[in-house]
């Protein structure tokens, strides 16, 4: 190994070309791939939240007509009705801004009014990173996710402004890569409050206990995609098909493992061309070296092994730098983007850098064979005559 790194040493500035070379194509393949680690693990949360539940949408049309309270009820015992339904749970969701843009970047934050059943579905989720959760006789109190905390400067123990209403944040929700990151969860009948001061003024009065959307628990077993159709047909509600969901996710993540791919082709082509170009130049300069130990007894496999093993350390090295530098790059776009309460787009999971890093020392062994295996077939009459 020390003579492998004097090898090295000995052609500083063409050894850290190649390694230059090498670090940029793995380094791309981080960036590109702890973007799809990210992907991917938003994507499984998401799923696993949404699992054993559809949600049915009651369209504002509908909530603000005049039979709208009989008409939520009618739809409930016509749900209950159905096979495969194990539950229903009435929540209010509503927009924390009721006009404008904001300048996160990331899901849009969304107040949710949820009663204890659904609490409880959605309990690994919402978890209390600090202060505590709502309580029964809570009143204008509220939990806030991560990242609606930073954006909005909302720390336990401030006040925020739901529609002019003033509410005390008690509780923070811990990072969960899922849409109650930005969220801010209010006592259902708060909700409900709000609910009723968003509908418009020349619209018909809403039902005194409003709900926006229901939350339908299923059994196990129960084909979701097959229930939330029928939901649809009975009711004419908008129900959500989870399987259609994650479908949709899914065919978003093969998309970035695609790129991930080609990120993979371009650190193959880099990577390969400045291997062989530095492992035939070597070969061509130590001909001569090549002869004389063959000339005194070293066979075609130590040839072959020290050729090899030149090749592999500096996609070792390639490999190193070029993950340090990617995990550097992606640290810094993830703190800023938490500085602003934004999302979190990167993961370097330790699977990518092992992946990347065996990639790297592959694709150097699998470039450097060539090279090697000529080294290792030289004659010493031929490598001296070369040589002279």
Same mark, same amino acid.
């Given at each position: 190994m020390n003579a492998t790194f004097r090898q090295l040493r000995a052609r500083l500035a063409r050894t850290a070309l190649t390694v230059s070379g090498i670090a940029i194509g793995i380094l791309a393949l981080v960036v590109v791939g702890s973007l799809a680690e990210q992907l991917h693990r938003i994507v499984s949360r998401s799923t696993a939240l949404n699992r054993g539940a559809i949600f049915a949408i009651v369209r504002g049309s509908e909530l603000a007509s005049g039979d709208a309270r009989s008409r939520v009820d009618r739809a409930i015992g016509q749900i209950r009705g159905l096979s495969g339904v194990r539950g229903i749970v009435p929540e209010v969701i509503v927009?924390?801004?009721?006009?404008?843009?904001?300048?996160?970047?990331?899901?849009?934050?969304?107040?949710?009014?949820?009663?204890?059943?659904?609490?409880?579905?959605?309990?690994?989720?919402?978890t209390i990173a600090a202060g505590r959760d709502l309580r029964p006789d809570d009143v204008r109190a509220a939990l806030v996710g991560g990242d609606f905390a930073t954006a909005e400067r909302?720390?336990? !123990?401030?006040?925020?402004? %739901?529609?002019?209403?003033?509410?005390?944040? &008690?509780?923070?929700? @811990?990072?969960?890569?899922?849409?109650?990151?930005?969220?801010i969860v209010v006592p259902y009948g708060s909700a409900q409050a709000l609910l009723q001061q968003l509908a418009p003024a020349s619209s018909a009065r809403l039902p005194s206990t409003p709900a926006s959307a229901l939350m339908v628990l299923t059994k196990p077993g129960t084909d979701a995609g097959l229930l939330a159709h029928r939901i649809r047909f009975l009711t004419g509600l908008e129900a959500r098909d989870p399987q259609a969901i994650a479908a949709g996710a899914e065919s978003t993540t093969r998309l970035f493992d695609a790129i991930i791919f080609g990120a993979a082709l371009i650190a193959l082509v880099v990577g390969a061309i400045s291997i062989v170009n530095t492992m035939t130049i070597a070969v061509s300069e130590r001909t001569?070296?090549?002869?004389?130990?063959?000339?005194?007894?070293? !066979?075609?496999?130590?040839? %072959?092994?020290?050729?090899?093993?030149?090749? &592999?350390?500096?996609? @070792?090295?390639?490999?190193?730098?070029?993950?340090?530098?990617?995990?550097?790059?992606v640290a810094i776009i993830n703190a800023?983007?938490?500085?602003?309460?934004?999302?979190?787009?990167?993961?370097?999971?330790?699977?990518?850098?092992?992946?990347?890093?065996?990639?790297?020392?592959?694709?150097?062994a699998l470039a450097g064979l060539v090279p090697a295996i000529r080294a290792s077939r030289l004659s010493p009459t031929d490598a001296l005559r070369r040589a002279a």
């Open positions: 927009p924390y801004r009721i006009s404008g843009g904001t300048d996160r970047f990331g899901p849009p934050s969304l107040i949710f009014g949820v009663p204890p059943a659904g609490r409880a579905l959605a309990g690994d989720v919402l909302a720390p336990v !123990g401030s006040t925020i402004s %739901l529609y002019g209403n003033s509410y005390h944040v &008690v509780g923070t929700i @811990a990072k969960s890569f899922t849409i109650f990151d930005a969220a001569r070296e090549i002869g004389i130990r063959k000339a005194i007894g070293a !066979g075609e496999r130590a040839i %072959l092994g020290e050729f090899l093993l030149e090749a &592999v350390a500096i996609g @070792a090295l390639g490999g190193i730098a070029g993950i340090a530098c990617g995990t550097a790059i800023h983007n938490a500085s602003q309460g934004n999302v979190e787009l990167f993961a370097v999971t330790p699977r990518l850098a092992l992946a990347s890093f065996g990639f790297a020392i592959g694709l150097s």
